[in-house]
Structures are given as C-alpha cells and as structure tokens.
C-alpha cells in the first residue's frame, strides 16, 4: 500500500530514524496543517487526534476544536499487511501512529473502547492493537481519553444505536471538508468530535 503525497516521511524507530517502509495506507484528503499555520496558533483551538483501533484496519483522523467550531484537518486508515507476524503487525500500528502524531501534533487524543464479543480470542487481539494504538500519543505526552461505542454514536448522530453508515453520514454532515470517508476513518473522525463534546461539557460543568 502507498501513501498519499500528503502523507509525513517513513515512521520512525524509537531513535528517531527511519525504520523500514511501511504497508499503511493514508487517505488524507488535505494538505496537513502544521503549527503555525494561519490563524491557530494565535487562538484557544485545540487538536484532536481520534482513534478507531483494529488489528486489519485502524482509522484515524484530526479535528480542530475552537469554542463551538469543528474543523476537519486529516484522516486516514492504517493498514498492516494480514500475513505479517502478530508482533510485527502491532509494531506497524505503533509506530505508525506515532508518525501521524508527529505529522499532525494534536493536543489531546481519544480512542474507542474495545467491543467484547464472543469470540475470547478475537476480543483479545483486537485489546492488544487498542494498546499499540493508544501508546503511541501517551508516549507523546497527550492525555488519550476512552469512549465507548455508544457514547461516540450517540455525539455524533444523537443515538447509541446508530450504525456505521449513520456515523459517515454525520460526519459528512460536520466536517464537510473531510469529503466522503471510509467506514474506519469515520469513526475515527466521530471519536474525535466525541471527545470534544465532552471537553465542552466538562468545561460548562467546571464553570456552573
């Protein structure tokens, strides 16, 4: 899989040094905005990083929060090849995002809590790759807050119920800058704006 001209550089080792070329997949459908682009930097708005975890395909993507205004900065999905080894696998999900933390800079992040199913060992995979992914941005120094499914759906569409098609229509409907998103990379977007919801209220709570 290749990156998009938009994509950062090759993720990097725990050295800072180019690691290996890597089988991910961005789908940024912007240019990524640094710091210090426009008008950012000189306001309260912050950068929010959203994690949807999965073993075969994490979505992610980067909303701007600014009192009642959201803005779409970057998304994408990051793909490991199915035939690698478990631990190399969970390896390319660290570390990849842990480059895109580095290309974007958030604030803060917020992830999906891991759905139990039946399947015992499914559920455990899946845990271990929630794991890699939240590492990442707390090895950065962001707070990484957690959010039920149904807490993100019902933020976003206004029911816990929703399905993934309702989730991309929202977002659709939100950050229309984002343009049309995959199922992983919307849900990412929604765990994002979630957390920013939850900032706002937190702060009225703080303020009553």
């Known amino acids: 899989m290749t990156r998009s001209a938009g994509g950062s550089g090759p993720p990097c080792s725990?050295?800072?040094?180019?690691?290996?070329?890597?089988?991910?997949?961005?789908?940024?459908?912007?240019?990524?905005?640094?710091?210090?682009?426009?008008?950012?930097?000189?306001?309260?708005?912050?950068?929010?990083?959203?994690?949807?975890?999965?073993?075969?395909?994490?979505?992610?993507?980067?909303?701007?929060?600014?009192?009642?205004?959201?803005?779409?900065?970057?998304?994408?999905?990051?793909?490991?090849?199915?035939?690698?080894?478990?631990?190399?696998?969970?390896?390319?999900?660290?570390?990849?995002?842990?480059?895109?933390?580095?290309?974007?800079?958030?604030?803060?992040?917020?992830?999906?809590?891991?759905?139990?199913?039946?399947?015992?060992?499914?559920?455990?995979?899946?845990?271990?790759?929630?794991?890699a992914a939240m590492l990442a941005p707390a090895r950065a120094g962001l707070m990484v807050a957690e959010y039920a499914a149904k807490v993100v759906k019902k933020s976003v569409v206004g029911t816990g119920s929703a399905d993934k098609t309702q989730v991309a229509f929202m977002i659709r409907r939100l950050l229309p800058a984002a343009g049309d998103v995959t199922a992983d990379a919307a849900d990412a977007l929604a765990v994002a704006i979630a957390h920013a919801h939850a900032r706002k209220m937190r702060r009225l709570g703080d303020a009553a």
């Open 14 to 131: 725990r050295e800072g040094l180019p690691r290996r070329a890597f089988p991910w997949s961005f789908e940024t459908l912007s240019k990524p905005a640094m710091r210090g682009d426009g008008a950012e930097h000189m306001t309260n708005a912050i950068r929010i990083l959203g994690l949807d975890p999965g073993l075969r395909r994490t979505g992610w993507g980067v909303v701007i929060v600014d009192g009642a205004r959201l803005s779409h900065v970057a998304h994408g999905v990051i793909a490991p090849i199915d035939t690698l080894p478990f631990s190399e696998r969970l390896l390319f999900l660290f570390e990849a995002v842990a480059a895109v933390v580095l290309a974007h800079q958030p604030d803060e992040a917020a992830i999906e809590e891991t759905f139990v199913t039946a399947n015992g060992s499914s559920t455990l995979k899946l845990g271990h790759a929630r794991a």
